[in-house]
Nanobody, 121 residues
């Protein structure tokens, strides 16, 4: 089974920075998209950023220009550098991957357990 483990969340003041990491492990043959979603209390989960295996990125409108995602394909790891954080960035950040396992027939969705990011004003 593919597992995603996030790290790097925490408490930061507005205007500060945090860096999240997510490492995928298990019987992985190939990962297509890796990325980040977040969910604030009482709100739906929303896209933060994704990056494809060949480097193309996509960002949610609210984080463009402040957040940067990247990945290390050799390590099956994705990163999220968050700068100029705002209180509205507070939420649980979930790592996501579309992965094909050895013996699998299609890419499946996998999620991490989530890491809390809290931005104080």
């Amino acid at each position: 089974q593919v597992q995603l483990v996030e790290s790097g969340g925490g408490l930061v003041q507005a205007g500060g920075s945090l860096r999240l990491s997510c490492a995928a492990s298990g019987p992985i043959f190939k990962i297509d998209v890796m990325g980040w979603y977040r969910q604030a209390p009482g709100k739906q989960r929303e896209l933060v950023a994704t990056v494809r295996s060949y480097g193309v990125t996509n960002y949610g409108d609210s984080v463009k220009g402040r957040f940067t995602t990247s990945r290390d394909n050799a390590k099956n790891t994705v990163y999220l550098q968050m700068n100029n954080l705002r209180p509205e960035d507070t939420g649980v950040y979930y790592c996501h991957a579309e992965a094909l396992t050895y013996g699998g027939r299609s890419f499946d969705d996998y999620w991490g357990q989530g890491t809390q990011v809290t931005v104080s004003s």
